[in-house]
């Protein structure tokens, strides 16, 4: 293989499980710890995981907002964090973290942030699709109320860092398309994606033996077809007797694993990566303004849910776009 144009070692810095009684200045040991060695390794940038100074704790229905409030950061660096800020800062190593926050307002957000060299957080990001449910499922195992515990972010954003463009995802995000597809528009290079995913998926059982697959199978095609970088990074192993899968992992424009997690508890996957090697598909099968044609997928930005073919408001839907798509000075 040629010498790197734009070389960036990056390291996949897994999470064991963090348990409830587990302290945060716990857990931020542990990730000083993964980040110094990541360091040791060469790394610039270390990505941790979704929600990753807490146990997972939309697995539990809370009635007493204080207890929930308590797995919140109202400000980053917090307390706990800092001396992950000033380790970072003073080795010259950035990282992204994903944590629980709530705003000066009272606004709920599963979060991550793009910490640069310096210690600055160059982006925020906060989750888009939220998974699971709002009212509490008593016959589940384990809740999953994220979506009564935080509310959608406004949307997909990058930044120019690490000598790229850089953009975040958060776990569920990495599930759907559309995801890469906005960040792609962007012109990202590089994707960031923390995430909690439980072995076992109660509304539809069938799908465990396939979580390690589809892990892996969603976000190398993100990577392919959109020609960028992807780092995607797990808090896994058994927390409060939920098993969470691990597979942390970063994969190239190619859309090839080349570098993966072994266990399911701390430890790094660390790949030395060419943000030149997007390039090669940006410019060529994924052009975008060559080959794009955004007149065909108003639908969507228009419908929500799937609508088969034959219903009414498929009909409608069918003849707006038809309008719509008709050239002004063609005869109706």
Known sequence: MGSMVRPLVIAAAQLGPVQRADPRALVVERMRALLRDAHGMGARLVVFPELALTTFFPRWYF????????FYETAM??????PLFDDARRLGVGF?????????DGHRYNTSILVDPQGQIALRYRKVHLPGHAQPEPWRRFQHLEKRYFEPGAGF???RAFGGVVGMAICNDRRWSETYRVLGLLGVELVLIGYNTPVHNPPAPEHDRLGDFHNHLVMQA???????????????GCEEGCEMIGGSCIIAPTGELVAVCSTRDDELAVARCDLDL??????SVFDFAAHRQPHAYRMIVERTGAMPPGSSASAE???SAESADRDPDQEP
Request: proline share 4%.
């Open 63 to 70: 009635e007493d907002e204080a207890e929930l409030d308590a």
């Open 77 to 82: 660096p917090s307390p706990s964090t800092q």
């Open 96 to 104: 992204c973290l994903g944590y629980a926050e709530r705003t000066e």
């Open 157 to 159: 954003k990058a930044v």
């Open 222 to 236: 993100g990577a392919y077809q959109n020609g960028t970088w992807v780092v995607g990074v797990a808090k896994a």
């Open 278 to 283: 997007c390039l090669s598909y940006k410019r």
């Open 317 to 319: 839907s069918a003849e």
